[in-house]
């Protein structure tokens, strides 16, 4: 039932104000002005209502109410904004307030009950400042209850959410970095599968989705998954779209050994370069966060390379692919049609079972394709990556929510190539346009080491006018080019999984699409991130409304 429009003359600052309020959006406008410059917050980004004045509450003369919305600001930062209006009498203010209200009420589901777990130790150890100075105030101003847990030691998140009764909560907010969210995600995967029966060992089960959403307040050392969800990373640009409901599902991937299963991870694997950094990291857990800066400088110049088969079944939707220009932001076209036709998919087995058919697969026939080889680096991108240390991400075009993982493998190269292709990855450069980079969007893969003697090295050849320089190839007497002999080490690497290491290289990683959902409303922006000559458009037909 929609609600009538409500009209009338207020006074913002003793001037007065035409205040109009429909089903979708509140303004306000100065009579005076000839040339009117019409102010408005739309309903469903208005965070609270109050009565009397925003700044000194106790001196109010019930005849004002106070309007808390969402300004957006340059570069997808949100912030609070207030305007106070003045009414008539008592009665004219309440009624305006009464009917704010209930057009907040009759909009999109926000959380009013929110379990909070506080990281004092992610990133600077800075996450109970943010969360009591900047977000526990907005939480507050919106009329939402938490329950806050600071965690005490590894892995504290992940054992809260299984043990935890989440019966009387809403949704649950981590204030940290990417692994305390991973830690998160972990916990409420396992905790669903197990109260649903599933077994989590097997890879053809199909996964129950948590009920509850997450939120992330950044507080990390890179804190990726913010950067992808927000365009911003901002601890109040955060809280604000958690207080408004705003919702994303995100593809998670299961990662298995020898048909058991490691971890979910949210955002990211690396095997060799990034594997090694981390590792290598655990030493320097003094420097802080330089650390990953240091590791990183040693790992290059050992210059260190391992063998190894990747096996893959690629996505066959050529509607988008790892090369695009258009980066997910947010209602993108491509995730939403995703969760359409997981909608449908679900409907279908659910039909099914009740019609005693049984569960019939109705996913595509997997093809797999195969590569070997020698590497600096298999990374497996499920968001962008975009942070501070690099604008545009590991992929630049990785969607949330499109069912896919962007695999990404760099062969062996000389050492002044490989630092080319990483000066490329900390800017805005496209880091793919390489010969010695492959990029697939896949649905699954899987990846087992390999000694020198097991990999097939192609050889190459070439005339002097057709060398490519990038490739580090050499010339031999007879005039034709082929690739050096191998001399890496045959000892495998580790993989970074979502920041944490796995010694285990032969892994088996399948991708479940939107698994989770999360308070945030994607990308709005994207002009200071697509400078580049990577994702340099920001298609406005990526985008739905």
Not at 316 to 324: N, V
Request: neutral net charge.
């Amino acid at each position: 039932m929609a609600l009538e429009t409500l009209s009338a003359v207020l006074e913002i600052d003793d001037q007065p104000y035409e205040v109009c309020l429909n089903s979708k959006v509140l303004t306000w406008d100065k009579v005076a002005l000839r040339h009117r410059s019409i102010n408005r917050a739309k309903l469903t980004e208005i965070v609270a209502i109050k009565a009397g004045p925003t700044d000194k509450p106790s001196q109010s003369n019930n005849r004002e109410f106070t309007v808390h919305s969402v300004k957006r600001k340059k570069g997808n930062k949100w912030r609070l904004y207030s305007e106070t209006f003045v009414c008539p009498d008592a009665a004219t203010r309440d009624k305006w307030i009464k009917r704010i209200q209930t057009s907040i009420e009759t909009g999109p589901v926000r959380p009013q009950r929110i379990f909070v777990i506080v990281n004092p130790y992610g990133g600077k150890g800075k996450a109970p400042k943010i969360y009591q100075k900047k977000v526990a105030p907005l939480f507050e101003l919106a009329g939402i209850s938490t329950e806050v847990i600071e965690t005490t030691h590894a892995n504290h998140a992940w054992q809260l959410m299984l043990d935890i009764d989440f019966n009387d909560v809403d949704g649950i907010v981590c204030v940290g970095g990417d692994g305390t969210f991973a830690e998160v995600v972990n916990g409420l995967i396992l905790r669903t599968q197990k109260d649903a029966g599933i077994d989590i060992n097997d890879q053809g089960s199909k996964l129950i989705p948590p009920k509850l959403k997450i939120g992330i307040i950044p507080a990390g050392s890179t804190d990726v998954v913010v950067y992808d969800t927000t365009g911003y990373n901002d601890p109040v640009t955060s809280a604000l779209q958690i207080i408004l409901g705003e919702t994303l599902g995100m593809d998670v991937c299961s990662v298995f050994h020898d048909n058991e299963l490691i971890r979910y991870t949210v955002s990211f694997l690396g095997y060799g370069f990034f594997g090694d950094v981390v590792r290598e990291s655990e030493n320097y857990r003094w420097v802080g966060p330089k650390r990953y800066e240091l590791a990183g400088a040693m790992q290059f110049m050992g210059n260190k390379s391992y063998h190894g088969e990747v096996k893959y079944v690629p996505n066959l939707d050529e509607g988008h692919s790892p090369m695009d220009q258009n980066p997910c932001g947010a209602r993108c076209n491509i995730c939403t049609r995703k969760k359409s036709m997981l909608d449908i998919n679900t409907n279908q087995r659910s039909q099914q079972a009740e019609g005693g058919v049984g569960e019939i697969d109705l996913d595509e026939t997997d093809h797999w394709n195969s590569i070997k080889g020698e590497y600096m680096y298999v990374n497996a991108a499920l968001v962008s990556g975009m942070c501070d240390k690099s604008p545009t991400g590991v992929s630049p075009a990785a969607h949330l929510g499109n069912g896919c993982v962007d695999l990404i493998v760099v062969r062996k190269c000389s050492r002044l190539n490989y630092l080319r292709h990483l000066m490329r990855l900390s800017s805005s450069a496209n880091h793919f346009d390489f010969n010695f980079v492959e990029v697939h969007r896949v649905k699954k893969f899987k990846f087992r080491p390999l000694t020198p003697d097991e990999t097939s090295i192609p050889a190459y050849s070439a005339t002097m006018d057709s060398l490519d320089l990038d490739s580090g190839l050499f010339r031999r007497s007879s005039g034709s080019y082929n690739l050096p002999r191998s001399t890496s080490t045959i000892s495998s690497s580790s993989w970074n999984i979502d920041g944490e290491i796995n010694r285990l290289p032969a892994i088996d990683v399948n991708v479940h699409c939107q698994l989770i959902n999360v308070f945030a409303r994607g990308i709005e922006q994207f002009e200071d991130k697509t400078s580049c000559n990577f994702c340099c458009k920001a298609n406005k037909n990526n985008t739905v409304t």
